[in-house]
């Protein structure tokens, strides 16, 4: 284990959520599989954007520790950096993600507009199948796929080319 994979894993203990949030990242992003276990229980971490990087972090080293729950509740906060971490996040783990999202729809309109805003966001060919088979009872909700079909971008992301 190099010497700032070992700082980086002494981070995840600090009382600062920031450098907590910020060593998930790093870690995940080094693919510091020797720090999985640490990882794994700051999933449940008491500060949203560390639950989120963690979340991030876990999935960067092949396991699965997305909670729905916990990002959805960042994309409603208040905190601006627990949002912008949540975006990141689900930018990132796209493909578990997508499948997560479905049930949404059945539950309340503001869970189902936001799974869609998400889904819009997240784009792609899966995403879109998805918003496409959306069959809302609530007026907002349709109105929101609606508008999301009508001004979804045919164009395939840069990268996938």
């Given at each position: 284990?190099?010497?700032?994979?070992?700082?980086?894993?002494?981070?995840?203990?600090?009382?600062?959520?920031?450098?907590?949030?910020?060593?998930?990242?790093?870690?995940?992003?080094?693919?510091?599989?020797?720090?999985?276990?640490?990882?794994?229980?700051?999933?449940?971490?008491?500060?949203?954007?560390?639950?989120?990087?963690?979340?991030?972090?876990?999935?960067?080293?092949?396991?699965?520790?997305?909670?729905?729950?916990?990002?959805?509740?960042?994309?409603?906060s208040d905190d601006e950096a627990l949002v912008q971490q949540a975006v990141q996040t689900v930018s990132a783990i796209v493909p578990p993600l997508i499948p997560r999202l479905t049930p949404l729809f059945s539950q309340s309109s503001a869970d189902a507009m936001l799974a869609l805003k998400l889904l819009e966001e997240v784009g792609g060919s899966e995403a879109l199948q998805v918003i496409q088979a959306v069959r809302p009872k609530d007026e907002g909700v349709r109105k929101l796929v609606e508008e999301i079909l009508e001004d979804w971008d045919d164009e395939p992301p840069e990268d996938t080319v």
């Open positions: 284990m190099t010497a700032p994979v070992r700082a980086l894993i002494r981070s995840l203990g600090s009382k600062d959520r920031h450098e907590r949030a910020q060593a998930a990242i790093q870690l995940g992003e080094q693919r510091a599989t020797s720090a999985l276990g640490s990882l794994r229980d700051l999933v449940d971490d008491d500060a949203p954007i560390v639950a989120v990087a963690a979340m991030f972090a876990c999935w960067k080293l092949g396991e699965d520790r997305i909670s729905t729950e916990r990002l959805l509740s960042a994309f409603k």
